[in-house]
């Protein structure tokens, strides 16, 4: 599949200078940011579903200083 975007010339400026700071095409570059994006947001979705997982379990966090003391670190 291929599309086109509209970019001013600031923009194509910077993505190109992107794309070719890391020796890659433009095409690629421009998928690489859009596949991070989509990550980002599906790791913070997951990140927010165990939060809520581990309120509603009620369990309780505690200093990392109880721990060490237990296992003698």
């Known amino acids: ?7 001013t ?3 194509r400026k910077l993505a190109e200078s992107y794309a070719r700071i890391h020796s890659i095409s433009l095409g690629e570059a421009f998928k690489k940011a859009l596949f991070e994006r989509i990550e ?4 913070l979705v997951a990140a927010d579903e165990a ?3 581990y309120e509603k379990s ?3 966090s505690r200093p990392i ?3 060490w003391r ?4």
Not at 1 to 7: D, E, N, P, V
């Open 58 to 60: 009620g369990k309780k």
């Open 9 to 11: 010339d600031e923009e």
């Open 40 to 43: 980002d947001e599906f790791d």
């Open 51 to 53: 939060y809520d997982e």
């Open 65 to 67: 200083e109880e721990l």
């Open 70 to 73: 237990e296992t003698g670190l």
């Open 1 to 7: 599949m291929s599309f086109s975007i509209r970019l």
